[in-house]
């Protein structure tokens, strides 16, 4: 069984070294203990690092043959630098690991087993989140509810520390989909599935590169790209406000033709055209959200260009 062990790189000069050595040393046990072949790989996809990140992998492949690498012409993000390792990556099963090793990688054994077993794709999932800011707990929590509660069926507290089998990942490559979502995605593959518990550590070094504005964007991705609720929420809501106009225009028309209590009112003139406005654009605002997305699937870009690859 070849395996390959797929990581995302961006600006991660600090903990590239450290994080190379323990992949190796697993790489090595695993070898040893026959569990893997000795072809498996390390794949680190430099996501156009303005740092020393490319460098640092080319002088490490000069050392390791285990060692491969992919350099992304500029950066596009973690989901494509994974996509791009995911698609590029060689072997039977693919497994996709943090650079700064936050995701237990202790846990992958455990995973080579679950493949043995039959799964296709086995999921990482955190059963402690301690070592994460408060902010990251509780806004990671309500993401994975919202997803859920919107209908995307995301694995909860399952970030991106995965493997696949290679019918998985050969799956995988035919969502042609711009706005890549692989949290969400993965799922809708299919195949026996299973899960892998692990304890979430601090970054090894260096900082996250994931702050609170791309959390945000992280979200609202995930979200307009896997569900269409929002939408049935505006439907809803402009059903519910056209039923409330509709009865106070009949109690208007009653005021007026059938009693002589008809002072036309300022306030109930001024009051839904407020309303009205707000709710409209408030739906604008949403359905230009959608838009947005479809104009990218559209223009169906690539979402990655390998500029190098060792
Ligand atoms: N990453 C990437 N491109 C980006 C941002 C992040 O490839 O534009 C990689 C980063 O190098 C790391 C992984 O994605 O391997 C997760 O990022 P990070 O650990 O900073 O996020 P956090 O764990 O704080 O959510
Ligand atoms: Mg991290």
Redesign the pocket.
């Known amino acids: 069984m070849q395996l390959c062990i797929v990581?995302?790189?961006?600006?991660?000069e600090e903990v590239l070294e450290e994080t190379c050595g323990r992949l190796l040393a697993l790489l090595t046990t695993l070898t040893a203990t026959g569990q893997i072949s000795p072809a498996s790989r390390i794949c680190f996809?430099d996501?156009?690092?303005a740092d020393r990140t490319w460098a640092l992998i080319e002088s490490l492949a000069g050392k390791d043959h285990r060692i491969t690498g992919i350099k992304l012409s500029c950066?596009?993000?973690?989901q494509?630098?994974?996509l791009a390792g995911l698609l590029t990556a060689e072997g039977d099963a693919i497994i996709s690991?943090?650079?700064?090793l936050?995701d237990d990688i202790g846990a992958i054994p455990k995973m080579i087993e679950q493949l043995t077993r039959g799964a296709d794709i086995v999921f990482g999932v955190r059963s402690r989140r301690d070592n994460?800011s408060v902010l990251?707990r509780i806004t990671a929590h309500a993401f994975y509810r919202l997803m859920n509660w919107l209908g995307a069926q995301t694995i909860y507290d399952h970030?991106?520390f995965r493997l696949m089998s290679r019918r998985a990942v050969e799956a995988l490559r035919q969502y042609r989909e711009v706005n890549v979502f692989l949290r969400g995605i993965v799922p809708l593959v299919g195949f026996p599935t299973a899960v892998v518990e692990y304890e979430r550590s601090q970054?090894l070094a260096?900082?996250?590169?994931?702050p609170l504005r791309?959390?945000i964007s992280f979200a609202l991705e995930g979200v307009t790209s896997f569900s269409v609720v929002p939408l049935r929420i505006i439907t809803f809501m402009g059903t519910l406000v056209f039923l409330i106009t509709f009865g106070l225009g009949v109690w208007v028309l009653y005021v007026r033709l059938f009693t002589d209590l008809a002072v036309p009112g300022w306030a109930s003139t001024m009051l839904p055209m407020f309303f009205l406005g707000g709710v409209q654009i408030l739906c604008l605002g949403v359905m230009g959200e959608y838009l947005g997305r479809l104009y990218q699937e559209m223009k169906a870009r690539p979402r990655y260009i390998i500029e190098k690859k060792i």
Not at 7 to 12: A, S
Not at 75 to 78: K, L, Q
Not at 206 to 210: A, M
Request: net charge negative; charged share 30%; hydrophobic share 25%.
């Open positions: 990581v995302p790189c961006y600006n991660e996809v996501d156009g690092s950066n596009r993000g973690h494509n630098a994974l690991v943090d650079a700064d936050q994460d990251k970030a991106d970054r260096g900082t996250t590169k994931y791309m959390m």
